[in-house]
Nanobody, 120 residues
């Protein structure tokens, strides 16, 4: 199975920056997709950004030009660099990993979530 370890959530002022980190561990053979989703109060969980094992990225329109998802030097770790943060970005951010295990089974796992609050 796969475990996800997240870090980086915090309280920041509008216009500030945060970097979220997500590390996947377990009997992973390959990464299919890793990404970040968020859920604000009263709203459904939505995609923020994803990155495939081949490096292709996808972003929600609301974060294009402000957020960047990228892989770290450490294997199976992704970052979400968040710049020019807005109060509307306030949400619980969840890491997600879609991986193929060494057994050949494909699984999708969610992190526990980390709170990002943008407020003055």
């Amino acid at each position: 199975q796969v475990q996800l370890v997240e870090s980086g959530g915090d309280l920041v002022q509008p216009g500030g920056s945060l970097r979220l980190s997500c590390a996947a561990s377990g009997n992973i053979f390959s990464i299919n997709v890793m990404g970040w989703y968020r859920q604000a109060p009263g709203k459904e969980r939505e995609l923020v950004a994803t990155i495939t094992g081949g490096g292709s990225t996808n972003y929600a329109d609301s974060v294009k030009g402000r957020f960047t998802i990228f892989r770290a030097n450490t294997r199976n770790t992704v970052y979400l660099q968040m710049n020019s943060l807005k109060p509307e970005d306030t949400a619980v951010y969840y890491c997600n990993a879609d991986v193929s295990l060494v057994t050949g089974r494909r699984v999708r796992t969610w992190g526990q979530g980390t709170q990002v609050t943008v407020s003055s």
